[in-house]
Nanobody, 122 residues
């Protein structure tokens, strides 16, 4: 079992930055690939970014590439999502997820956090 707790969401103006954190607990948390997904009101959940268990491979959606950076700090069992140049369309609940393999499909991930709200004002 892996438990995931997100933090760092909030309200920010367009062009601003936020850093989301996802702390994982569990015996083998550092051996999991990690992903970030988001869901805006009235929309389906969508992939944002992912990182392999080793940290060597990262994946990004086209909508965030060049603006967001995913990283992991295994000593703290924590994954980060640094979000820069935020846009109003980035407004969503952001979810952290853990799975055996990194990728863009949510079916790859077995464990999910409760989510953290990110609101970007124009």
């Amino acid at each position: 079992q892996v438990q995931l707790v997100e933090s760092g969401g909030g309200l920010v103006q367009a062009g601003g930055s936020l850093r989301l954190s996802c702390e994982a607990s569990g015996r083998t948390a550092s051996s999991y690939a990690m992903g970030w997904f988001r869901q805006a009101p009235g929309k389906e959940r969508e992939f944002v970014a992912a990182i392999s268990w080793s940290g060597r491979s990262t994946y990004y959606s086209d909508s965030v590439k060049g603006r967001f950076t995913i990283s992991r700090e295994d000593a703290k069992n924590t994954v980060y999502l640094q979000m820069n140049s935020l846009k109003p369309e980035d407004t969503a609940v952001y979810y952290c997820a853990a799975g055996l393999n990194a990728g863009t499909k949510d079916t790859l991930y077995h464990y999910w956090g409760q989510g953290t709200q990110v609101t970007v004002s124009s």
